[in-house]
């Protein structure tokens, strides 16, 4: 196929788009684990148990990948030759990631990760953006696990979510518990965490109570006493639990009879003077717009749950309480064995704390639970560094969701493993009993990973073919690098120049500490000599989730959506933890 290119008035430069050949490394296993030409299913069975480590693999493996390929023209009867062969290798059944839910999932909930958002109403900014039930239906959607709501006072006694005292419109909550409702459990069924930071008066929370009990019904989960240590994501399948202070607790810090106006509720202060005064100055004309918004929303009521049911007390519901005791970093983090609670602390706050209780924050977080989210000053919805709380065992490291960035990837790249499930459960080190790990000591254990890049394709597909470069196509090179908890590192490939069909053929050495707490890194890139790189597709993978063997990579695109045809072939292979040398 030819592709032209116009270079000016009257010239036309041509370029031929060839056939991506299958490389060497592919031909050669073909012939290994085939007969004369021809892969059979016992052959592709051999090979994907002795070449991709599938120990698991059965016929019925073997039988789906025959299926898939019968479509295809070069699909002979007898087998797979060469070709079809390469097409499954590139195909979407041979994924670098298991796409199941594998890991133990009846262990405490404090014994996870769970992927979470912080402010997940809005649709932008932290400032003057929309609140909206959009953002929470996209968050589910892509496996989010935990939803925060801001609750505050609206109107003829409703209850609306928005951030206080800014420019953002406002969403009324029975909206958003609704959207909850339909999207929670269509990507993963494991439970649904909804925090609320509450600044309500003891009625409204009666009604909030209400609202929660008529939307959610059998979904909701009841607590019962001194039962938190005891549930599991398996045992709250398709659940929803709440989790917010207790109405006491939040009474004691204000008066009952005004709803706190201006901040966030203590927990999740970021002491960030310079912005709250700024949030209060907005605060007038910020009231105008969460008015005109309670007005688009006229009409949402409870009417149509006509269920009649017991409502319980608001703080009957709150499955998971939060709040910090009296007094300093100390007594937040010291454990009550009768209780398990919530504790919030901003990345300022965690950063801070680190230096001096590295470990006693760890003991914390072995029954526990940890939110961190980001300091207020973040107004462009940014994010911070993940591994910071990781590493110390908190299990809600709370990001916005809206935006984009390397820290965002580096989170959608961690909840790519278990299936994509939303909970990861955390490395043992972080979880043994009698263990006194030390986060801020370096790893001695160490995996090597091997990582081979042989060619790429798809982008014809998903982009114009001007979209790169008006000229010429493009010149791909892959930059492929470890993130985590105690380095980062980053390789590259050479230039292929002129093609939408790249090969590179290189292989790439990485010792990795902490595999648990680190993920691959993988971008593509066009070259540019006169300016900045041309984003070209991304994606970032959980280390100690990799299959070996060859595989093929989707890529994302900035944002993390999958693109429908880009992806690389590579190889990954791990070895065994061993001892660094001196």
């Given at each position: 196929m030819?592709?032209?290119?116009?270079?000016?008035?009257?010239?036309?430069?041509?370029?031929?788009?060839?056939?991506?050949?299958?490389?060497?490394?592919?031909?050669?296993?073909?012939?290994?684990?085939?007969?004369?030409?021809?892969?059979?299913?016992?052959?592709?069975?051999k090979?994907?148990?002795?070449?991709?480590?599938?120990?698991?693999?059965?016929?019925?493996?073997?039988?789906a990948?025959?299926?898939?390929?019968?479509?295809?023209?070069?699909?002979?009867?007898?087998?797979?030759?060469?070709?079809?062969?390469?097409?499954y290798?590139?195909?979407?059944?041979?994924?670098p990631?298991?796409?199941?839910?594998?890991?133990?999932?009846t262990?405490?909930?404090?014994?996870?990760?769970?992927?979470?958002?912080?402010?997940?109403?809005?649709?932008?900014?932290?400032?003057?953006?929309?609140?909206?039930?959009?953002?929470?239906?996209?968050?589910?959607?892509?496996?989010?696990?935990?939803?925060?709501?801001?609750?505050?006072?609206?109107?003829?006694?409703?209850?609306?979510?928005?951030?206080?005292?800014?420019?953002?419109?406002?969403?009324?909550?029975?909206?958003?518990?609704?959207?909850?409702?339909?999207?929670?459990?269509?990507?993963?069924?494991?439970?649904?965490?909804?925090?609320?930071?509450?600044?309500?008066t003891?009625?409204?929370?009666?009604?909030?109570?209400?609202?929660?009990?008529?939307?959610?019904?059998?979904?909701?989960?009841?607590?019962?006493?001194?039962?938190?240590?005891?549930?599991s994501?398996?045992?709250?399948?398709?659940?929803?639990?709440?989790?917010?202070?207790?109405?006491?607790?939040?009474?004691?810090?204000?008066?009952?009879?005004?709803?706190?106006?201006?901040?966030?509720s203590?927990?999740?202060?970021?002491?960030?003077?310079?912005?709250?005064?700024?949030?209060?100055?907005?605060?007038?004309?910020?009231?105008?717009?969460?008015?005109k918004?309670?007005?688009?929303?006229?009409?949402?009521?409870l009417?149509?749950?006509?269920?009649?049911?017991?409502?319980?007390?608001?703080?009957?519901?709150?499955?998971?309480?939060?709040?910090?005791?009296?007094?300093?970093?100390e007594?937040?983090?010291?454990?009550?064995?009768?209780?398990?609670?919530?504790?919030?602390?901003?990345?300022?706050?965690?950063?801070?704390?680190t230096?001096?209780?590295?470990?006693?924050?760890?003991?914390f977080?072995?029954?526990n639970?940890?939110?961190?989210?980001?300091?207020?000053?973040?107004?462009?919805?940014?994010?911070?560094?993940?591994?910071?709380?990781?590493?110390?065992?908190?299990?809600?490291?709370?990001?916005?969701m809206?935006?984009?960035?390397?820290?965002?990837?580096?989170?959608?790249?961690?909840?790519?493993?278990?299936?994509?499930?939303?909970?990861?459960?955390?490395?043992?080190?972080?979880?043994?009993?009698?263990?006194?790990f030390?986060?801020?000591?370096?790893?001695?254990?160490y995996?090597?990973?091997?990582?081979?890049?042989?060619?790429?394709?798809?982008?014809?597909?998903?982009?114009?073919?001007?979209?790169?470069?008006?000229?010429?196509?493009?010149?791909?090179?892959?930059?492929?690098?470890?993130?985590?908890?105690?380095?980062?590192?980053?390789?590259?490939?050479?230039?292929?120049?002129?093609?939408?069909?790249?090969?590179?053929?290189?292989?790439?050495?990485?010792?990795?500490?902490?595999?648990?707490?680190?993920?691959?890194?993988?971008?593509?890139?066009?070259?540019?000599?006169?300016?900045?790189?041309?984003?070209?597709?991304?994606?970032?993978?959980p280390?100690?989730?990799?299959?070996?063997?060859?595989?093929?990579?989707?890529?994302?695109?900035?944002?993390?959506?999958?693109?429908?045809?880009?992806?690389?072939?590579?190889?990954?292979?791990?070895?065994?933890?061993r001892?660094?040398?001196?």
């Amino acid at each position: 196929m030819e592709q032209p290119f116009r270079v000016c008035i009257f010239c036309i430069r041509t370029f031929m788009h060839r056939v991506l050949e299958p490389p060497d490394d592919v031909k050669k296993l073909f012939q290994d684990y085939s007969q004369n030409g021809t892969m059979s299913k016992d052959d592709l069975l051999k090979f994907l148990l002795k070449v991709q480590g599938l120990n698991n693999a059965k016929e019925e493996d073997a039988e789906a990948i025959f299926n898939s390929l019968k479509h295809l023209n070069i699909f002979p009867r007898k087998g797979l030759n060469l070709e079809a062969f390469y097409r499954y290798l590139l195909g979407d059944l041979n994924t670098p990631l298991s796409p199941c839910v594998h890991q133990d999932m009846t262990a405490p909930l404090a014994h996870y990760f769970m992927y979470t958002g912080h402010n997940s109403y809005l649709s932008g900014n932290q400032l003057s953006s929309k609140s909206d039930v959009r953002p929470i239906k996209k968050a589910l959607q892509n496996g989010v696990r935990v939803i925060e709501l801001d609750l505050w006072p609206a109107r003829n006694n409703d209850v609306v979510v928005r951030h206080g005292g800014t420019l953002t419109t406002s969403v009324k909550l029975l909206r958003c518990l609704r959207a909850i409702k339909e999207f929670a459990f269509q990507v993963s069924e494991y439970p649904v965490v909804i925090t609320f930071e509450d600044h309500l008066t003891a009625n409204l929370q009666d009604k909030v109570a209400e609202m929660v009990t008529k939307t959610f019904g059998d979904m909701l989960y009841r607590p019962e006493t001194d039962e938190l240590e005891k549930l599991s994501p398996e045992s709250l399948k398709k659940k929803i639990l709440i989790s917010t202070k207790p109405p006491r607790e939040y009474l004691e810090t204000q008066d009952s009879n005004t709803p706190h106006e201006s901040k966030k509720s203590s927990e999740e202060q970021g002491g960030d003077e310079k912005l709250h005064s700024s949030r209060i100055n907005l605060f007038s004309c910020s009231s105008m717009c969460f008015a005109k918004q309670d007005q688009i929303d006229e009409g949402e009521q409870l009417q149509g749950e006509d269920v009649e049911m017991t409502i319980p007390k608001y703080r009957d519901l709150i499955a998971i309480p939060s709040g910090k005791p009296e007094g300093g970093l100390e007594k937040w983090l010291r454990i009550d064995e009768k209780e398990v609670r919530r504790l919030s602390l901003s990345e300022q706050e965690l950063e801070k704390a680190t230096r001096t209780y590295g470990k006693d924050i760890v003991s914390f977080t072995k029954n526990n639970l940890l939110r961190v989210y980001p300091k207020g000053t973040r107004l462009d919805s940014s994010n911070y560094d993940p591994f910071v709380g990781w590493k110390h065992g908190a299990q809600m490291v709370a990001f916005n969701m809206q935006g984009y960035g390397n820290h965002l990837r580096i989170m959608q790249g961690m909840f790519r493993a278990n299936g994509g499930c939303g909970y990861v459960k955390k490395p043992d080190f972080l979880l043994r009993e009698n263990d006194d790990f030390d986060p801020s000591m370096p790893s001695t254990g160490y995996k090597i990973l091997k990582v081979k890049i042989y060619s790429g394709e798809g982008w014809h597909l998903d982009f114009r073919h001007t979209h790169f470069d008006q000229y010429s196509p493009p010149d791909f090179l892959v930059k492929v690098g470890i993130v985590g908890v105690h380095a980062s590192e980053t390789s590259r490939t050479k230039v292929v120049k002129n093609s939408w069909l790249p090969e590179w053929n290189e292989e790439f050495k990485f010792e990795v500490a902490a595999p648990e707490l680190s993920v691959l890194r993988i971008e593509v890139n066009d070259d540019d000599k006169y300016g900045s790189h041309d984003f070209a597709g991304q994606t970032y993978l959980p280390i100690s989730e990799l299959r070996t063997g060859i595989r093929a990579v989707p890529l994302h695109d900035r944002r993390g959506v999958r693109y429908k045809s880009a992806r690389l072939l590579m190889r990954f292979d791990l070895e065994d933890f061993r001892e660094c040398s001196e």
